[in-house]
């Protein structure tokens, strides 16, 4: 007696799927990262700064729309499923981009230097390799950096308690 017929179960069909695996495969993130922070050289020193860096000169909207540009590798990353602690890290890490890159000039330099960018993309292909194996670094970084946003949300709270006390004890 022959076995009883059993169709194949095709998955469900995803047509974003495909495109999103090839706009979003390590060749192009790792190019756009390039052409993010590092794609020009400054002549006559090693100093590579990308479109970001030149978008940031200007005044104003040029770090937003950097950060605007960088989230692209945030949504990619999530797109892949890259695990959640990373992509916390990730938007850190383009926040301090974004925030310290707002103040002129030192901001410029610091955007060059820093590469939010490069390091995002290290951090998604590092987790991407490795899915389920989180360091100590980066619960260490997102422990480090909610106690630097605790203080400075509590230092004014702090020096307005002190003039208060002091007004009392006078």
């Given at each position: 007696?022959?076995?009883?017929?059993?169709?194949?179960?095709?998955?469900?069909?995803?047509?974003?799927?495909?495109?999103?695996?090839?706009?979003?495969?390590?060749?192009?993130?790792?190019?756009?990262?390039?052409?993010?922070?590092?794609?020009?050289?400054?002549?006559?020193?090693?100093?590579?700064?990308?479109?970001?860096?030149?978008?940031?000169?200007?005044?104003?909207?040029?770090?937003?729309?950097?950060?605007?540009?960088?989230?692209?590798?945030?949504?990619?990353?999530?797109?892949?499923?890259?695990?959640?602690?990373?992509?916390?890290?990730?938007?850190?890490?383009?926040?301090?981009?974004?925030?310290?890159?707002?103040?002129?000039?030192?901001g410029?330099?610091?955007?060059?230097?820093?590469?939010?960018?490069?390091r995002?993309?290290?951090?998604?292909?590092?987790?991407?390799?490795?899915?389920?194996?989180?360091?100590?670094?980066?619960?260490?970084f997102?422990?480090?950096?909610?106690?630097?946003?605790?203080?400075?949300?509590?230092?004014?709270?702090?020096?307005?308690?002190?003039?208060?006390?002091?007004?009392?004890?006078?």
């Amino acid at each position: 007696m022959p076995d009883r017929f059993h169709p194949d179960v095709l998955p469900p069909q995803r047509p974003w799927r495909a495109w999103a695996e090839r706009l979003f495969s390590d060749d192009n993130l790792d190019r756009y990262a390039h052409l993010l922070d590092d794609c020009f050289r400054i002549p006559g020193t090693r100093i590579r700064l990308g479109l970001d860096g030149l978008i940031g000169l200007i005044p104003g909207l040029g770090d937003v729309l950097g950060g605007i540009a960088s989230c692209v590798l945030i949504l990619a990353a999530w797109v892949r499923g890259v695990p959640y602690v990373a992509l916390v890290r990730m938007m850190v890490n383009l926040a301090i981009d974004v925030l310290i890159g707002a103040i002129p000039f030192l901001g410029d330099i610091f955007d060059i230097a820093w590469k939010a960018n490069r390091r995002n993309y290290r951090l998604m292909t590092r987790h991407l390799r490795q899915p389920r194996r989180h360091t100590w670094k980066d619960y260490a970084f997102l422990l480090g950096f909610a106690a630097v946003i605790l203080v400075v949300l509590a230092a004014p709270l702090i020096v307005l308690l002190v003039i208060i006390l002091w007004l009392l004890h006078r």
